[in-house]
């Protein structure tokens, strides 16, 4: 019902949804933002975004989907089973407005990409003000001849052995920093964070300026799969684990708050995420920053994964076409969108979980602070 074969499909549903929302009698503005490239079938790909409720209100409930293109699949879905979960308009609560932008990075979504059309990681494309978009994490060049290659791998190539390996001689931590964190200097190179901000980071942010004029407290979920265990939820938030802010969110969110550092998790510290980048820009807003992250596959294989289908990407003479119907375009959705009914029904359930306790969380907060 919620899970779509392509991008298009995933579009139409929204759609669709917006059509019940506004025949349930809610408030609906939504907007179609083109970023100038095209689908599989030769259609304007564009950034949806959904306003639902009063355009003044104080707190807003934001999801976003599909940062990494590929990972739409499962963002899309979530949302739209959170868009059908809205019966009345009496849902909302006070003062409360409910925001999706729907598959921020849509090229990659219809491409069977985890990058956008610059080949840029968007969750490594909004600096903070005055960052330069230059350099690359202390190991990455070490590591770049294992995960950027120009040959195609063979069937038999021991990749997750020589990663093991390296992990062994380097330490799981600083491999998993290097790899991860973003590099500013190889273009056609894995976790590329681009050398300026992106169309589709800049239509976001100007989206947010025209519509957070009356916003002060925001509850944001950015949706994403990859990490963890196969079907589980990790809530990862940009915030030093040792200070009142992360107790704080811990509180209101529960014991699956995790921070950002690869010496005590199964997350890394990464420049240029869409959370640190919006708060930056929005400093007067309160800000609760979650990344819901659910588990896929396991890390060597997803990493294998993406570096079979970066190398036949630039280094074959293969049309759009047939790198989208390539094997190792469908190798890395089936990495990040697992074909399976139990891990669609945990992700619509945890989904819907985190997104009505941000939501009751809005009504709280305000409760306290009267």
Known sequence: M??????????????????????????????????????????????????????????????????????????????LSQIDDLRTPSDLPEDTAIAFVHVMNPWGMAWLRRVNESNVDLNRNFLKHGEEYSGEPQGYAKLSPLLNIKKYPKPLEPFIFKAYLYTLKNGYSETKQAFAEGQYRRPKGLQFGGFKLEKGPQILL?????????????????????????????LLVDIDVNSPRFTQLKQRFGEKITGLDSGTGLAYSVRGGIHCGVEDRFPNIEWAGITQEFGTIKPFPLIKALRAENCITWWSELTPQQLLNHKSRQKLLSAFRVDELKWERALIDNGKRLFNLALADLQTQNERKD
């Open 2 to 79: 919620y899970w779509s074969r392509d991008h298009a499909g995933a579009t139409g549903k929204l759609i669709v949804a917006i059509d019940g929302l506004e025949n349930r009698g809610f408030s609906v503005n939504h907007q179609r933002h083109e970023i100038g490239q095209l689908g599989p079938h030769d259609e304007n790909l564009a950034i949806d975004t959904v306003w639902i409720g009063p355009t003044n209100a104080k707190k807003l409930l934001l999801s976003t989907s599909g940062v990494h293109g590929v990972e739409g699949f499962a963002g899309s879905a979530i949302q």
């Open 206 to 234: 100007n989206w947010l300026e025209e519509n957070l004029t009356h916003v002060e407290q925001c509850n944001c979920i950015d949706l994403h799969t990859g990490l963890g265990k196969s079907g589980k939820d990790t």
